[in-house]
Each structure stands twice: as structure tokens, then as C-alpha cells.
């Protein structure tokens, strides 16, 4: 009996200490998602000022060099503009939308910004707002980075607090 008990109660802490370090994960997969897709602005910048290839040609060629959330907005775009016959901007936004995780309401309004010129406008006009978003998300990797170093270790601990709390209650 006081096995199981045992057993028990070790299991609900350490899942209480796993959905504590879950919840931690989000802030530096935010960082990461951020930094990934200035990365990504900056190669599509430099390949639309150097290169005569199409938007869709640099989206599959973006979404090769990257993986996750980036890979996927990138090539989802391409997907939208080819099977769904939808302007590049449109594509971008909705594509920005659909793959999201991590990301704020403010990050998203900001990363679909660049759909309203592209493929609208001459190239200095593209590049001009790839810049704009580029500036925009250095502020918010800033703000991401500060939330990280602030919120992820006491979500960890919060977590593992929770569950020794549990613990000693059900004791």
C-alpha cells in the first residue's frame, strides 16, 4: 500500500515539475522563433535585391535552410500561392496565422506587416518594409529575451513547487 502511495505521489510531482518546464519551453522557443525569422528576412532581403528569382523560387529556398515554425510559414506561402492561387501578401498573412505557436498577438500583427507590399511593389519598396519588420522584431527579440531570463527558471521552479506542495498535501 505505502508503495503505491509512493509511486504515486512521485508521479504527480514530476509531472507537475514536467508541465512547469513545458510551460518555461514556450519563452525561449519564442527567442528562437524570433531570431530564426530576422534571419530569414535578412537572406530574403539579400536575395531579392541580387537575384532575379521569383518570391515562391526564395520562400522554398528559405524553407530549406530552416526547420520548424520558420520552414513551415515559408513554404506553406508557397504552398497557398501555388494550390490556392492566392497573392504572395495574402498567402504570407494567412501563413503567418496557421503556423504561430509561441508567438504573441503583437509578433504575428507585426511578421504579417510584410505581406501587405510583398509582391506589390517595386523591390526597394519590399526591401524597405522587410527592414521595417527586421527592426521591429530586433525590438521584440529584445523583449523575448528579457521575458526568458525572467519568467523560465520560475516556471520550472513554480512547477516543482506545485508538485511538492501536492505531495506533502496528499502525505
Known amino acids: 500500500m505505502y508503495m503505491l502511495k509512493f509511486i504515486l505521489l512521485t508521479v504527480l510531482f514530476c509531472t507537475s515539475t514536467f508541465i ?24 530574403f532581403e539579400v536575395k531579392i535585391n541580387f537575384s532575379f528569382e521569383t518570391i515562391p523560387e526564395i520562400f522554398n529556398e528559405i524553407a530549406n535552410k530552416f526547420d520548424g515554425t520558420i520552414a513551415k510559414i515559408f513554404s506553406n506561402t508557397v504552398k497557398y500561392i501555388n494550390e490556392d492561387n492566392l497573392l504572395a501578401g495574402e498567402a504570407w498573412e494567412k501563413s503567418v496565422e496557421v503556423n504561430s505557436y509561441n508567438l504573441k498577438k503583437e509578433d504575428i500583427n507585426c511578421i504579417k506587416t510584410l505581406g501587405k ?5 517595386d523591390i526597394e519598396g519590399q526591401v524597405s518594409q522587410i527592414e521595417l519588420v527586421s527592426n521591429f522584431l530586433e525590438k521584440q527579440i529584445n523583449e523575448a ?27
Open 20 to 43: 512547469g518546464i513545458l510551460i518555461s519551453k514556450r519563452y525561449s522557443n519564442r527567442v528562437q522563433i524570433l531570431k530564426d525569422l530576422k534571419n530569414a528576412l535578412n537572406m
Open 145 to 171: 529575451t528579457e521575458s526568458k531570463n525572467k519568467n523560465e527558471k520560475m516556471y520550472q521552479k513554480l512547477g516543482a513547487i506545485i508538485g511538492l506542495i501536492i505531495v506533502i498535501v496528499l502525505i
Open 117 to 121: 507590399l510583398l509582391g506589390r511593389t
